[in-house]
């Protein structure tokens, strides 16, 4: 994850909940249509003044959500939609307003549903059934309470009514268990094909470096290095240029002839190991073919360069090679410069060309091309 991400994700959690919360006042609101409604038609029996009450509470609470949720202070809570705070309200909020409804009471049931809603996909199976009993018990305490008091005009109506609750509130629960497992298996699932994609990014990475690894040396192959100077020469800038060489181990038959193969195969990686040590992190070395080594410098120039050059062979000179007894060790390499617009296999000729002469001049020295071009 980058740096920026926990920002980002929390900003979008913030713009998702307060998404949420506008669908939740949006539903207060239609709530508050259809009390005014009720007392409009003569089916509400609390003041107007005690209307003027429910709506100042409604208006209260949402306000104190809105500024948890604007102020960031919701995420310090375990759930930070306050799913289940924003839900006891409503039911509270919604049993008062019933509290004052008579003969309509049965149509506004369904609000106790809806509120419910809000925390089917939210809310723990666990919490959500103690909403949902909380929603019962408060409407059934309600009919309970007007029963005791001798306020309750229709007994079997509400009777059906708090079974017709109960029935509802029971589908609901299992509905929201059965989408919080449903959720869960998903998420398992987006757990585990997370992993195989984390698994197959590792073999990606891991078949690329094969591909594009020599390995004996564990340098870059020939393929992949010409692929790397190309790329490299099509982004050299006018007045910068790279260092080009090409490296060969000497008498490196006559070293597989008198130790055998697994000498020599060590030698190569003493050199590799040799260059290594030598080289900056952006220079590129690459296996060119049997003993051949070829060598990328970018941003250098021609002192700079042959600098590099003699003292990468004087270190292999001095080398030893573990577990094998190799006596003069040498290489000889020829190097050239890159400019803007050369062609890359043009200046592999050029550096071919001076290690010839580096082998004709007796080996175990670095040539330049420019300086067989000044002669």
């Known amino acids: 994850m980058s740096t920026s991400s926990p920002g980002v994700t929390k900003r979008s959690l913030q713009s998702l909940l307060l998404k949420r919360f506008g669908m939740a006042v949006a539903s207060y609101a239609l709530v508050l249509v ?4 009720a007392m409009w038609a003569g089916v509400y029996s609390g003041t107007v003044a005690f209307g003027l009450l429910c709506t100042a509470l409604v208006a209260a609470s949402q306000l104190i959500f809105y500024g948890l949720f604007r102020s960031g202070r919701n995420l310090r809570f375990v759930d930070p939609s306050l799913t289940e705070a924003q839900v006891l309200v409503g039911i509270a909020l919604h049993t008062l307003l019933l509290a004052h409804i008579d003969g309509a009471r049965g149509s506004l049931l369904m609000f106790y549903l ?3 809603m809000f925390g089917v996909f939210q809310l723990r199976p666990r919490v959500f059934v103690r909403c949902a009993a909380v929603a019962f018990f408060a409407f059934a305490g309600l ?3 007007e029963g005791y008091h001798l306020r309750l005009s229709a007994p ?3 009777l059906l009514q708090c079974c017709a609750l109960f029935i509802g509130l029971v589908w609901l629960s299992l509905f929201a268990s059965y989408v919080q497992a449903l959720r869960q298996r998903m998420r398992q699932r987006r757990y585990a094909l997370q992993a195989h994609q984390d698994t ?8 690329e470096d094969l591909v594009a690894t020599d390995e004996l040396t564990g340098l870059f192959n020939r393929r992949h290095f010409l692929r790397l100077a190309l790329r490299e020469l099509d982004g050299l800038d006018f007045g910068r240029q790279h260092g080009l060489a090409l490296i060969d181990l000497d008498h490196f038959k006559r070293i597989n002839d008198a130790h055998g193969h697994a000498a020599g195969d060590r030698v190569l990686q003493t050199f590799a190991a040799v260059a290594r040590a030598c080289l900056r ?3 590129v070395l690459a296996r060119y073919g049997g003993e051949e080594f070829v060598l990328l410098l970018p941003n250098t120039d021609a002192d700079q360069f ?3 050059c003699e003292r990468l062979r004087e270190a292999f000179a001095n080398a030893e090679p573990v577990g094998v007894q190799v006596d003069n060790l040498s290489l000889s390499a020829g190097m050239t410069l890159l400019n803007e617009g050369d062609d890359l296999d043009e200046a592999l000729q050029r550096a071919d060309q001076a290690l010839y002469r580096a082998k004709r001049g007796g080996r175990n020295r670095c040539d330049a091309a420019w300086e067989g071009a000044g002669a």
Do not use: E, K
């Open 156 to 158: 079997g109506q509400a």
């Open 143 to 145: 009919n309970l309470w």
């Open 306 to 308: 042959t600098s590099c």
């Open 200 to 207: 197959l990014r590792g073999m990606m990475r891991q078949l």
């Open 281 to 283: 992190d952006g220079d």
């Open 34 to 37: 259809l009390m005014w409604i």
């Open 114 to 116: 809806i509120i419910l």
